[in-house]
């Protein structure tokens, strides 16, 4: 099965900007739908920002017009643009993908990396 591996996380400033990337070990346009999650401590995961085999991409309330997500096909990477982030922005992000395995519907993720916004 596909293996994903993010990077790109770390300690940033309020109002600044990170990018996270999500390496894939088959071609993204393998996968119905990819997108990134998120996990700040005492919460439930949630869904950020998504986009499907088509392209058409979908965002959480919380950071639209802030977020960008986007894919590369010909390198096997998802991405998150993290513009102008807040502290409530703090959480452990995670890829995830949606691919049909045998007829069935599977999904998988990767470990997450951790963003950190300081006010």
């Known amino acids: 099965q596909v293996q994903l591996v993010e990077s790109g996380g770390g300690l940033v400033q309020s109002g600044g900007s990170l990018r996270l990337s999500c390496a894939a070990s088959?071609?993204?346009?393998?996968?119905?739908?990819m997108g990134w999650y998120r996990q700040a401590p005492g919460k439930q995961r949630e869904a950020v920002a998504v986009?499907?085999?088509?392209?058409?991409?979908n965002y959480a309330d919380s950071v639209k017009g802030r977020f960008t997500v986007s894919r590369d096909n010909a390198e096997n990477i998802l991405s998150l643009q993290m513009n102008s982030v807040r502290p409530e922005d703090t959480a452990v992000y995670y890829c995830?993908?949606?691919?049909?395995?045998?007829?069935?519907?599977?999904?998988?993720w990767g470990q997450g990396t951790q963003v950190t916004v300081s006010a």
């Open positions: 088959k071609s993204v346009l393998d996968f119905v739908l």
């Open positions: 995830n993908d949606q691919q049909f395995v045998d007829a069935a519907l599977v999904s998988a």
């Open positions: 986009i499907t085999y088509g392209g058409n991409t």
